[in-house]
Each structure stands twice: as structure tokens, then as C-alpha cells.
């Protein structure tokens, strides 16, 4: 498990990770097979994109196992609700 401080570690421009945080916006819920073709690599990278990203809080699993996991971006999950609010609100 990653302390608070490995948390702001710097990523490495165009790895996984770097590639898939750049695509959550536009896909806040992800599977690591879904992963895999937002950033058009193999598996075992965006798996251990993934991992990383749930260590560090970033994404959620929101479902059971290992296997076909769906994961979640939850901040940009509320930032799409606030906005959609202020939306439904607008005059």
C-alpha cells in the first residue's frame, strides 16, 4: 500500500497511468479491459495503472473481485452532478 507522501509521485509522461488519468474525464466509470482500449495498450499495463490509481484514492472499485472490476473516478462523478444541477437550474 502507497503512504501519503508515494501518493505525489510524479508519473511518467505517456505510461498507462499517465494516459489513463488524461481519458477519466471523459470515462469516470472503467473496467481494466476498457482501460486497455481508451489508451491502446495490453492489459498488464492498465492493470497496474488501475492498481495504482485505487492505492492512491484516485479511482474506486465499485464492484467484487478481481475479475472484470468496474472501477470509478468519484470526484469527477460529483463534478458531473454538480454541473448537471446547476444545469437543470439555470434560467
Known sequence: MLTKLDKYVKVRARSATDLL?????????????????L????????????????ETGILKQVSVGRRNRAIETPEIIVAFAALERQLAHFE
Open 21 to 37: 488519468l488524461r481519458l477519466l474525464v471523459g470515462a469516470p466509470v472503467v473496467t481494466v479491459n476498457s482501460a486497455a482500449s
Open 39 to 54: 489508451i491502446g495498450r495490453s492489459f498488464v499495463h492498465p492493470n497496474e495503472a488501475v492498481t495504482r490509481l485505487v
